[in-house]
């Protein structure tokens, strides 16, 4: 059985969880994911990030599908759709803590951008050492400190 991306649920979680603590979420955020919405200001930058503090913005909503919410940018108000998809991390700009996301499938016909960088592609065969075990290359938990 397919389920729906954990992602959304993790960032509402964990923008909750900031905010709870007093401490100022930021969003970092892949702004060639297609569908992308920042201010001009940004344009040529790949990533960005957004400090999404209550006193900061206005009408959020993070949806299953994307993050969407109003603030100011050199005095004018823009609305923000970050897809959840190019949610690549959220966390408190105090101490660090929060989450890095992996990089989500493209849908057919997208492209990432080569960043030089030769990671191992998940694989969607089965693993030839049987069920119940993660096929080579996949992540695996790990404590950060």
């Known amino acids: 059985m397919s389920m729906t991306s954990s992602r959304p649920y993790i960032i509402r ?51 299953n599908e994307a993050v969407m919410f109003l603030a100011r940018f050199g005095g004018r108000t823009f609305q923000v759709c970050v897809p959840v998809g190019a949610v690549m991390a959220i ?26 960088v030769n990671e191992e592609e998940p694989s969607l065969e089965p ?6 075990r993660p096929p080579k290359g996949r992540p695996s938990l790990k404590v950060v400190k």
């Open 127 to 132: 693993d030839p050492k049987g069920p119940g």
């Open 91 to 116: 966390y408190a700009k105090e101490n660090g803590q929060g989450m890095v996301f992996e990089v989500e499938a493209q849908p057919e016909g997208v492209h990432l951008v080569d960043s030089g």
């Open 13 to 63: 979680a964990l923008y909750e969880w900031i905010v709870d603590n007093d401490c100022t979420p930021y969003l970092l955020v892949d702004t060639t994911v297609p569908g992308v919405d920042v201010p001009d200001q940004f344009a040529g930058e790949e990533q960005v990030v957004l400090n999404l503090a209550p006193m900061a913005i206005r009408d959020l909503d993070v949806s």
